[in-house]
């Protein structure tokens, strides 16, 4: 039982990096528009996370320093200030977004419209920060976030035609009457939501807040083997739920409630009832994961205290950063943007950040001086390389897509 409570930060990191507000959406978009297209982009994506993921766990395990602290160290204070300002303002958006996921599922549940929701969601992300110890986070959310595989049950009731499933997966191409630039601006969006560039710092932090060592590099790589391969299959049954109930019908998914009724129409109010408490989870404790990393970011490069573990009386800084992060991104929901169009934005600037954050990861986990024996293996560098040109066609190809398909419409 301690061995599985152990994977429990990958497990979060799973369902608030992968399944958070940004995936359910651009998932519940694409299967209902797409099918099972792209889910090549999920699997892609997923990859590449895993692949570096396990790099950001092995610096904090052998280097015993958190990621964004030795990129400053290793590659200069100039270059990695454009990465904290990037960074940040990414993952300010993303935290944006995130609280107004979680208002959006409490109106699902109330009925009361999202914006009386979201100061109070800003005060609760706040108080987990504050209050809640990690393990409990990561623990907690983790575990409640399960509750999406509701999709998975689902799935299996509905008169899902598997065979085109698969046709679909094996052999990807653009549908009739969908325009190939609208499909590969999803195709980037689902990237750019597994392969967000605040997972690494939060997830290499969150291992120096539990105080990995050598002796934990086997655990941070199960946490990458599981967590982040679950968040997909989460994403794909997400997507896949949508195929038999939404694409026949030609819906467009444009608010949240859509992508519940796979659910309802197969398992009614109980499943219902797990997919809220599942949305819930898995965005609330995305929205505690960006606001921590902005505050990870910013510590790591002055040099401050930082972390969870420590009372904001002993780490004033880092506390006051996370503070005014959540109150600015709160603040940004109640100008009455549409949280979902902020999702859809933040995934696919995300994708065109991803090279900021990636290419110093590679080149720290290349470095000797920090990780010794422990560097990266021959195979592993062939990979990480073919991963990171990806990643430039997909940073370079984003903004285009973005404004040549106006957002996807």
Not at 27 to 32: D, E, H, I, L, R
Not at 125 to 140: D, G, H, K, M, Q
Not at 185 to 200: D, H, T
Request: aromatic residues 10%; charged residues 10%.
């Amino acid at each position: 039982m301690k061995g599985l409570l152990k994977v429990a930060l990958g497990v979060m990191t799973a369902i608030g990096g992968f399944v958070d507000i940004g995936n359910i959406v651009t998932s519940g978009v694409t299967g209902a528009r797409f099918g099972m297209t792209l889910a090549w982009a999920v699997v892609l994506g997923t990859l590449i996370m895993v692949l570096y993921g396990e790099m950001a766990g092995r610096v904090a395990a052998v280097a015993q320093r958190a990621v964004f602290d030795v990129v400053r160290e290793r590659l200069g204070v100039r270059f990695a200030l454009v990465n904290l300002v990037a960074s940040a303002l990414l993952a300010l958006l993303t935290l944006a977004a995130e609280i107004g996921g979680v208002a959006l599922v409490l109106q699902l549940v109330s009925g009361v419209h999202y914006l009386i929701w979201v100061p109070v969601v800003g005060l609760a992300v706040w108080l987990a920060i504050w209050r809640l110890p990690f393990s409990v986070l990561e623990t907690v959310f983790g575990l409640l976030g399960l509750c999406l595989l509701v999709f998975a049950a689902a799935l299996a009731l509905l008169p899902a035609d598997w065979h085109q499933f698969a046709e679909e997966v094996f052999s990807p191409s653009v549908p009739a009457g969908e325009p190939l630039p609208t499909w590969l601006f999803y195709g980037i969006s689902l990237i750019g939501a597994c392969v967000v560039p605040y997972q690494v710092v939060f997830f290499a932090s969150g291992g120096r807040e539990e105080k990995w060592t050598v002796r934990d590099m086997r655990r941070a790589r199960v946490n990458t083997l599981v967590g982040f391969p679950l968040g997909a299959v989460l994403s794909l049954a997400i997507m896949a739920a949508m195929v038999p109930v939404l694409r026949p019908d030609s819906v467009d998914v444009h608010h949240l409630g859509q992508v519940t009724l796979p659910i309802a129409q197969a398992l009614g109010v109980a499943g219902l009832l797990l997919t809220f408490v599942g949305f819930f989870a898995c965005t609330f404790a995305a929205a505690a994961e960006s606001a921590l990393s902005i505050g990870y970011s910013f510590g790591q490069y002055f040099g401050w205290s930082w972390g969870k573990r420590h009372r904001p009386v002993d780490a004033p800084r880092f506390h006051l950063v996370c503070l005014a992060s959540v109150i600015a991104a709160t603040a940004f929901v109640l100008t009455t943007i549409d949280p979902i169009t902020v999702t859809i934005v933040s995934v696919v600037l995300g994708g065109a950040a991803i090279p900021l954050t990636y290419l110093p990861l590679l080149v720290v986990a290349n470095d000797r001086e920090y990780l010794g024996r422990y560097v990266n293996k021959r195979w592993q560098n062939a990979l990480a390389m073919l991963a990171l040109l990806v990643m430039v066609v997909v940073s370079v190809a984003a903004l285009p897509l973005l404004i040549a398909t106006k957002a996807g419409q």
